[in-house]
């Protein structure tokens, strides 16, 4: 993988390109090429569900990066959406455009599953709240006295909806599987929990504890289905030091944790708009992006 330069400015949205605007997410904007889809990644940063004014400039490349860097190991387990002849149909597609390349990937056109696929390895989070309520994380009883940041006996798949707009819904695995079908819920579920089990283990050799992420999966027209959207990156994955991790309190990480946290100190009602994000919030959020990428990959 070659080494990331980034951008000294935000890419807030993406002009000029010659394809139709498909959907624009948060983050992601997507293009229609006919055949398949271009997926760029902006430096949007949004939290609490709301799209703060500016951005982190980087960020969206190192998404990506992080992204295919898991999809390229994430194959071996399950297919994924990329093209096999990735790099040429980017360079294809964003000539020109050059600068676009290392936050774009092109993918297949699918049909994504209604639900987001949450695997759980540490208690943390809404999970941890909930255990302090019940005793329990929705179907899943787990054994008395764990505290924030505890591992889990063994990881459990915790499925949500999947809002167009406000928060996402968690849901049982018997509503999950009434959504889904029978079979295509096993699938998923297997394939989740291999997948989450494969990120452990490889972000533990780089000194990285992955507690808790989610996937998205899409279906083929011939039924068949396929690992999408983003895979094991800060945005979709909560990720811990291991040399920090210490049960019993909340754990520095690699994900947005850090800008939520700065949000909740401020008066603001979470709702749009959100305030501006100061310059060392910035800058220490695209550091912490940064060095889990470098991590992961062993630049």
């Known amino acids: 993988m070659p080494s990331v330069t980034l951008p000294a400015e935000a890419l807030m949205t993406v002009t000029g390109l010659p394809y139709p605007l498909k959907a624009k997410g948060k983050v992601r904007e997507v293009f229609d090429l006919g055949e398949h889809y271009l997926i760029v990644a902006t430096d949007r940063l949004s939290a609490f569900d709301v799209v703060m004014p500016n951005g982190v400039p980087g ?49 297949r056109k699918l049909r994504p599953l209604p639900v987001e696929a949450v695997v759980r390895g540490y208690l943390a989070g809404s999970g941890f709240k909930e255990y302090s309520r019940t005793g329990a994380i929705l179907d899943h009883a787990l054994p008395r006295g ?40 096993r699938q998923v579920h297997d394939a989740s929990i ?30 068949s289905l396929v690992l999408i959207d983003e895979v094991l990156t800060p945005d979709s994955s909560r990720y811990w030091p291991a040399a920090t991790w210490q049960p019993g309190r909340a754990q520095p990480s690699y994900d947005k944790q850090f800008v939520r946290d700065w949000l909740e100190r401020q008066p603001w009602d979470k709702t749009a708009p959100g305030p ?24």
Not at 74 to 103: C, M, N, S, W
């Open 59 to 107: 960020k969206g490349v190192l998404l990506t990066q992080i992204s295919l860097w898991w999809f390229e190991q994430a194959k071996a387990i399950f297919p994924t959406h990329l093209l096999p002849d990735h790099a040429v149909a980017l360079e294809r597609a964003l000539r020109g455009h050059e600068h676009l390349i290392p936050r774009s990937m092109i993918v």
């Open 146 to 185: 764990l505290l924030d940041g505890s591992p889990l006996p063994q990881p459990i798949f915790t499925p949500s909806t999947k809002a167009a707009e406000g928060h996402d819904e968690p849901i049982t695995l018997a509503r999950c599987e009434e959504i889904l079908g029978g079979a295509v819920f």
């Open 276 to 299: 501006t994000l100061p310059p060392d919030v910035v800058a220490r959020t695209q550091s912490l992006y940064r060095e889990c990428l470098e991590r992961l990959t062993a630049r």
């Open 194 to 223: 291999a997948l989450y089990r494969m990120g452990k283990e490889r972000a533990a050799r780089a000194g990285i504890i992955l507690a808790d992420t989610k996937f998205e999966f899409g279906q083929a027209e011939d039924g």
